[in-house]
Every structure is written in structure tokens, then in C-alpha cells.
């Protein structure tokens, strides 16, 4: 059953998202999963690294396409984030060919759920297709972590944006 998976692979992003915040950034944390392991993790790097594109599920799909290449593969891809990922890193999980993506909390702000799953499928690249996405699994422990999150970070754009996500 997708969900129970969902939640399984969810539960290990809540982890990666906890390391992240240890170390001071955003508790965002992502797993990419295939064949029953997971291939790579990755918690958002906005702070230590000063940039803005280093989304913590843009650097597993990463990890995960340095780990794959172009071999031929035997089972899905998963992804796994505990914050719903936003329209640049679904994009590149369809780049990627990510079967199914599972994550925690909504973001109303910057969420691509929707827009991605409404996008048509293109007969020039049948195989970027948006991918089976779930969400709100888990949604009460990750809302928690970004209380938690708002609780000791100074305060700054990130807090801000994470108190709207804490409730």
C-alpha cells in the first residue's frame, strides 16, 4: 500500500529535516528511495551554503541521479520530503523520472503540487510526466518541527515564512 510506504519513507525525511535543524537550517529533509533502500538524503542548505537553490529534495535527486546514471532501472523512484516540494524541485523529479512523491505538510506559499499534477502529459516526452504525488502524511509531526524551528531561530525571513507553516 503506497501510503504505508509514503509514511515509512516520510518518517525518514521528519529524520534528515531534524538533522537539518540541529545544524541550524530550515527542518526541510528529503529521501529518495528504490528497491526497498533509500539511495540518498539531503536537509535543506539555505544557511551554511548561502545559496538559494540548494532545496533539500533537489540535493537528493541529485545524490540519487549520481548515484543511478543512465542504467536501466528495476523498480520506482520515490521521493520522499516532509514539506510539499515546490515547482522547481517537481520539476526535476519528473526530470529525473520520479514515480511517486510523498510528502508531509502543504505550502501554501510555494507548494507545486497542483500546478504539477494538472500538467498535461507531452507526446513529444512521454516520460516527463508529472508523478503520483501524496501528501499530508505525517502533517502533525512536521507542523511540530517547524514549531520547534520557530521556537529558537532569530528572527528573519526564514522564521516568518515557517511560523505561517507551524499554524
Known amino acids: 500500500m503506497p501510503s ?36 540518498a538524503s539531503a536537509y535543506t542548505r539555505d544557511v551554511s551554503l548561502g545559496r538559494r537553490l540548494v532545496h533539500a529534495d533537489l540535493l537528493a535527486m541529485t545524490a540519487a ?26 520539476g526535476a523529479a519528473m526530470a529525473l523520472k520520479v514515480d511517486e512523491v510523498y510528502y508531509g505538510l502543504e505550502s501554501p506559499a510555494d507548494g507545486g503540487s497542483a500546478a504539477v499534477a494538472a500538467r498535461p502529459v507531452s507526446a513529444d516526452l512521454p516520460w516527463y510526466r508529472p508523478p503520483v504525488i501524496v501528501g499530508g502524511l505525517r502533517r502533525d509531526e512536521v507542523r511540530d518541527q517547524f514549531r520547534r524551528y520557530c521556537d529558537r531561530a532569530p528572527e528573519s525571513g526564514f522564521r516568518r515564512w515557517a511560523a505561517t507553516l507551524a499554524g
Open 4 to 39: 504505508t510506504l509514503g509514511s515509512t519513507l516520510l518518517a525518514a525525511a521528519i529524520e534528515v529535516a531534524e538533522a537539518g535543524m540541529a545544524a541550524g537550517e530550515l527542518p526541510i529533509g528529503a529521501v529518495v528511495e528504490t528497491g526497498g533502500e533509500i539511495i
Open 65 to 90: 541521479d549520481e548515484a543511478l546514471g543512465w542504467r536501466p532501472r528495476k523498480h520506482p523512484l520515490r521521493l520522499a520530503v516532509n514539506l510539499e516540494p515546490c515547482l522547481m524541485c517537481l
